[in-house]
């Protein structure tokens, strides 16, 4: 058999399955029920600044009190 078809077959077959799990394991990652605390922190992060927290946090001090 040519170095070809014996990879084409391979291709065909056990590498499809093998991308298909690795696709299934990466959607399952993405939807487990423990990662909603990650996707809400990460889609909120653009709008925090230095001067205030994005939520929960202590206020932070004046400008003129962290220079001082």
């Known amino acids: 058999m040519?170095?070809?078809?014996?990879?084409?077959?391979f291709a065909d077959s056990w590498m499809l399955l093998l991308l298909v799990l690795v696709f299934l394991g990466v959607v399952f990652w993405a939807w487990r029920p423990g990662s909603r605390k990650l996707h809400d922190e990460a889609a909120t992060s653009i709008?925090?600044?230095?001067?205030k927290p994005a939520g929960g946090g202590a206020p932070a001090p004046a400008r003129s009190e962290r220079e001082a």
């Not at 040519?2 to 077959?9: D, H, W």
């Open 2 to 9: 040519e170095t070809y078809s014996l990879l084409r077959e």
């Open 47 to 51: 709008f925090r600044n230095e001067l």
